[in-house]
Structure formats: structure tokens, C-alpha cells
């Protein structure tokens, strides 16, 4: 598993990187680490992690493992572990996971939702 709290992501662990110079609209599932670089609209059904690159545009509806924002996202984002907006993160739509942190820096307009962690 990719180091989600870091700083800085070794993208050598991700198994796939969308390049910043990547326009990209469907519908995408994964069930290991993906970085998002470019721009991307549609929706995200993962079991994976997930990063998007502080000069990344997401236009999504986002389901992931844990999401990592450092660049847009307009869309909601629920995560099964963790949502982490890091300082250069602007993020339009509502929030739901057992753990959220946001940094000192990041924009956020929506609405929190703190939940526990389901078993099973």
C-alpha cells in the first residue's frame, strides 16, 4: 500500500499514474493505488487508494479505499479509511469517512461526514 499521509508519494509504488498532460472522461474502477495528474470527469468506484496531484482537475463522483487531495475536485468523495485535503486541495462537494483531515490552506465547500468504519 502506498504512504497516503505523506507529504510526498512515491509514485513508483502507485501502480498507475495518469499524466499531467492526460484529458480523461468515463466511468473508472481500481483496486490498487491510482494518481490522478491530469484531468479527469466522470466517476470513481474503487477498492484502491486514491491520489490527485495538486495540478489535477477532478470533475467526479468519487468512491475510494482513502483519497488523497492536493489539487480540484468538484464532486463527492466518500472514502472507506480515510479523506485527506492537504494544504493546496480545493474541494466542492460533500465529504463522508470514518477519518477526515483537512490543512491548514486547503478550501472545502460542502458538508462532513464522519462515520465509523463498517465490518464486515
Given at each position: 500500500?502506498?504512504?497516503?499521509?505523506?507529504?510526498?508519494?512515491?509514485?513508483?509504488?502507485?501502480d498507475?499514474?495518469?499524466?499531467?498532460?492526460?484529458?480523461?472522461?468515463?466511468?473508472v474502477?481500481?483496486?490498487?493505488?491510482?494518481?490522478?495528474?491530469?484531468?479527469?470527469?466522470?466517476?470513481?468506484?474503487?477498492?484502491?487508494d486514491?491520489?490527485?496531484?495538486?495540478?489535477?482537475?477532478?470533475?467526479?463522483?468519487?468512491?475510494?479505499?482513502?483519497?488523497?487531495?492536493?489539487?480540484?475536485?468538484?464532486?463527492?468523495?466518500?472514502?472507506?479509511?480515510?479523506?485527506?485535503?492537504?494544504?493546496?486541495?480545493?474541494?466542492?462537494?460533500?465529504?463522508?469517512?470514518?477519518?477526515?483531515?483537512?490543512?491548514?490552506?486547503?478550501?472545502?465547500?460542502?458538508?462532513?461526514?464522519?462515520?465509523?468504519?463498517?465490518?464486515?
Amino acid at each position: 500500500m502506498a504512504e497516503i499521509h505523506s507529504k510526498r508519494i512515491d509514485e513508483k509504488k502507485l501502480d498507475t499514474v495518469l499524466a499531467d498532460d492526460i484529458s480523461f472522461e468515463g466511468d473508472v474502477s481500481f483496486s490498487k493505488p491510482l494518481m490522478i495528474k491530469g484531468l479527469f470527469s466522470g466517476s470513481i468506484n474503487a477498492t484502491g487508494d486514491l491520489f490527485i496531484d495538486k495540478d489535477a482537475v477532478v470533475n467526479a463522483e468519487i468512491k475510494a479505499s482513502s483519497v488523497v487531495v492536493r489539487g480540484k475536485v468538484k464532486g463527492n468523495i466518500t472514502a472507506d479509511s480515510k479523506v485527506e485535503l492537504q494544504g493546496t486541495a480545493e474541494v466542492i462537494g460533500d465529504i463522508t469517512a470514518p477519518r477526515i483531515v483537512m490543512e491548514p490552506g486547503c478550501l472545502f465547500d460542502g458538508i462532513s461526514r464522519m462515520r465509523p468504519v463498517e465490518e464486515g
